[in-house]
């Protein structure tokens, strides 16, 4: 039995770039917010959730027409199509991650310091804060939950279809 969890189409690439960036977005800024600060209480979860929807639109934005594209042009010089979907998947969004951060970044430096003479080496500190957490919360929660709500999404149906291909395969073949 065939399943593929992740977007086909168009539309589809959409849906799961903006909730990749939500998750994402949410997580680092939930992060930052707590760099800035200092503190971490239970109103901090709300502060990130209000704070969150400028940086939200701007980062699904370069997510999916920017660091999308790259990334998977980087990722398919480490990996072939037809490897291992966890392979392309790993290499996909270590490069994301690579991309968005770097763009990123830049949205970090002008909202924490401004763009200063210092701006390089807040350019650089700002990118190593957010690398270091954003890869491992790409890798090991945001992705996988990710793809968990986009199937639940659109994986029912997406089975059923390709259920009955395989049903009418198995009939044409009889």
């Not at 990749?20 to 760099?35: K, R, S």
């Not at 980087?74 to 290499?91: E, H, K, L, S, T």
């Not at 951060?101 to 949205?107: E, R």
């Not at 395989?166 to 044409?172: L, M, Q």
Request: glycine letters at 4%.
């Amino acid at each position: 039995m065939q399943y593929k969890c992740m977007p086909q189409s168009r539309i589809e690439s959409i849906v799961f770039t903006a909730i990749t960036a939500f998750f994402m977005v949410y997580f680092m800024t939930l992060y930052n917010t707590v760099l800035a600060t200092g503190e971490f209480y239970n109103r901090t979860f709300l502060i990130a959730l209000q704070s969150m929807w400028l940086e939200y639109v701007l980062i699904f934005l370069c997510a999916y027409s920017i660091s999308g594209p790259v990334a998977k042009r980087f990722a398919f010089q480490v990996v072939r199509p037809g490897d291992r979907q966890i392979y392309v998947i790993m290499a996909i969004q270590t490069f994301t991650v690579i991309c968005q951060v770097a763009l990123a970044s830049i949205l970090g430096v002008w909202h924490g310091y401004g763009f200063t003479r210092q701006l390089l080496p807040d350019y650089i500190m700002t990118y190593c804060k957010n690398f270091i957490m954003a890869l491992p919360l790409q890798l090991i929660i945001v992705g996988p939950l990710s793809r968990v709500v986009f199937r639940a999404i659109y994986g029912r149906a997406k089975q059923k279809r390709l259920d009955a291909e395989d049903e009418a395969a198995r009939k044409h073949t009889a």
